[in-house]
């Protein structure tokens, strides 16, 4: 694949880490690797975003690019119109996406919450965005109690849009699972109609990027370049 869209079944669930890992991992294999964040929210002029933890973590021979940054921890439409400033539109995320896929190998599009947050008045998405480049989706959800019906949904989204799943990730396996999260693991591949590709441990994104690169393998499965089974 060239474009791979990464969206998550909620907010603050560890697709930056994903990115992060998948990234490291294409570079391992020797391929160039962009990373596009379409909207940044909640951080201002300056200061470090998710595309620089990216960078951080996989490597800063890494392409980064921010299309738009709001300064309000808000959905990206929400944040442009109260700060003033024009929203991203999905034919923008397609274009930029376009541009660089023509120079790397390939191009990680990290989006905002979950796939159908809106990005402009018009509604527009994530996923729109994924149906205008023909790109698979990496679906990002937590382990615990309630996941299996955010991943159904997200699920039930793509395939109501021609949208392919790429299988999921688990963006952050507790040290000590719980119950739930444990009966998840089997579950969560039922719940998405799609593969468990990957369980990213808790607390990967403080490591400094050497360990992150060396342990990233362990993370993820074949289907992402890495080494991971159930």
């Known amino acids: 694949m ?3 869209i990464v969206s998550g079944t909620g907010t603050e669930i560890g697709k930056t880490v994903v990115t992060a890992a998948v990234a490291a991992l294409a570079r391992a294999a020797g391929r160039s690797v962009a990373v596009l964040k379409p909207a940044q929210t909640g951080v201002a002029p300056g200061e470090d975003g998710d595309v620089a933890e990216v960078r951080r973590l996989a490597g800063d021979d890494i392409t980064g690019t921010e299309l738009a940054r709001f300064p309000e921890p808000l959905a990206p439409d929400t944040a442009a119109r109260r700060a003033g400033l024009t929203p991203v539109r999905p034919a923008d995320v397609a274009e930029a996406a376009e541009k660089l896929a023509a120079e ?3 191009v990680l599009v ?5 796939l159908l947050v809106r990005y402009d008045d018009e509604g527009g998405t994530l ?3 994924a149906r205008l480049l023909g790109a698979p989706v990496l679906v990002v959800a937590p382990a615990g109690l309630g996941t299996l019906n955010m991943t159904a949904l997200t699920a039930e ?5 021609g949208l392919a799943c790429a299988g999921v990730v688990v963006g952050s396996w507790p040290a000590e699972p719980d119950l739930a999260s444990r009966c998840n693991l089997a579950d969560l591949p039922k719940a998405a109609g799609s593969p468990l590709v990957g ?7 403080r490591l400094s990027g050497p360990d992150f690169r060396a342990a990233a393998p362990s993370w993820l499965g074949p289907e ?4 991971w089974s159930l």
């Open 104 to 106: 790397h190998d390939l």
């Open 2 to 4: 060239t474009v791979l």
């Open 110 to 114: 990290e989006g905002a919450g979950g």
């Open 157 to 161: 989204a793509l395939e109501a849009r």
């Open 127 to 129: 996923a729109d965005a």
């Open 224 to 227: 992402l370049g890495g080494d």
């Open 199 to 205: 369980l990213v441990p808790e607390g990967a994104g």
